[in-house]
Nanobody, 123 residues
Framework: QVQLVESGGGLVQAGGSLRLSCAASGYTFSTYAMGWFRQAPGKEREFVAA????????YYADSVKGRFTISRDNAKNTVYLQMNSLKPEDTAVYYC????????????????WGQGTQVTVSS
């Protein structure tokens, strides 16, 4: 069974940076894409960023373009989310997701999900 474990969350001041990691294990199928989503209190889960494993194409929500960068490390089966210029509105639980076959990577149709890591940005 595929398992995703997020790490790197924490409390930072506005304007600061955090780097989230998501390590994947137990894959039976090859990875098609991995992505990051977030959910703030009282809000629906929303797309943040995604990366296609083969080729490395990346996708970002408008709200994080220019501030967040998604990347991958094939050898470590890990995806990262570098978050710069953080704003209080970025406060949320961040979830890692993985897919083994094609999908619209900006949707929440991923097959596998991590448990989430809390990111809190103070003003």
């Amino acid at each position: 069974q595929v398992q995703l474990v997020e790490s790197g969350g924490g409390l930072v001041q506005a304007g600061g940076s955090l780097r989230l990691s998501c390590a994947a294990s137990g894959y039976t199928f090859s990875t098609y894409a991995m992505g990051w989503f977030r959910q703030a209190p009282g809000k629906e889960r929303e797309f943040v960023a995604a990366i296609i494993w083969r080729g490395g194409s990346t996708y970002y929500a408008d709200s994080v373009k220019g501030r967040f960068t998604i990347s991958r490390d094939n050898a470590k089966n890990t995806v990262y989310l570098q978050m710069n210029s953080l704003k209080p509105e970025d406060t949320a639980v961040y979830y890692c997701a993985a897919a083994s076959r094609w999908l619209d990577v900006t949707t929440d149709a991923y097959r596998y999900w991590g448990q989430g890591t809390q990111v809190t940005v103070s003003s």
